[in-house]
């Protein structure tokens, strides 16, 4: 298992590696504050933000602890957002899905389920991954319900785990899909993707 940047797709979703040339669009999208509301990282306040964000993920993408992806829609031909795997164990195969956001105007849409489709389809049957977490803020009652959704297992939680940019603590929720689990999530995934 050994996670490379990619083109991931389907007829509605575009997973393109992340680089400059999604700055522009990921800071148009990335500036409304409610989407940085449960995440650590700052909203975007300038264009300067949206690039060093960028940049981050490049480099960790470089040495090999990321792989981030703007979400594109190949209709549009625009980034709405950006998700990713990382915590990469490679010889453990196991991986996280996160990092994940989108614009406010593609949250509650089929983004995020052809985002997760495209992302557990590619670590579980292209790259052989034992295990997928997916975290969230405590919280993030949204978020929590949309992971549930798809199928994955409350495994536990961090407390005291991250800092929030207020200097509250924040709770970290921890979900996971194995290998064996993968086929139903696949199934579900698949049926959910029907109705959307």
């Known amino acids: 298992m050994d996670p490379k940047p990619m083109i991931l797709s389907t007829e509605r979703v575009r997973l393109e590696p992340i680089g400059p040339q999604h700055a522009r669009d990921l800071y148009e999208v990335g500036r409304d504050e409610s989407i940085w509301r449960h995440l650590t990282t700052p909203p975007f306040g300038n264009l300067e933000d949206a690039e060093n964000w960028v940049n981050m993920c490049v480099d960790r993408m470089a040495d090999g602890s990321r792989v981030q992806f703007a979400v594109v829609l190949p209709d549009r031909t625009k980034a709405v957002g950006s998700t990713g795997y990382l915590d990469i164990d490679r010889s453990n195969r196991?991986?996280?899905?996160?990092?994940?956001?989108?614009?406010?105007?593609?949250q509650r849409t089929f983004v995020n389920t052809e985002c997760k489709y495209l992302l557990l389809k590619h670590a579980f049957d292209d790259l052989g991954a034992r295990r997928v977490c997916i975290k969230t803020d405590v919280n993030n009652t949204r978020s929590r319900r949309a992971i549930e959704r798809i199928g994955g297992v409350q495994e536990g939680i961090l407390r005291n785990h991250r800092i929030n940019r207020d200097g509250s603590n924040r709770d970290s929720v921890y979900y996971g899909i194995i290998d064996s689990e993968w086929p139903k999530v696949r199934e579900n995934l698949e049926r959910m993707r029907d109705r959307e």
């Open 94 to 106: 196991t991986l996280e899905v996160g990092m994940t956001w989108y614009g406010v105007d593609h």
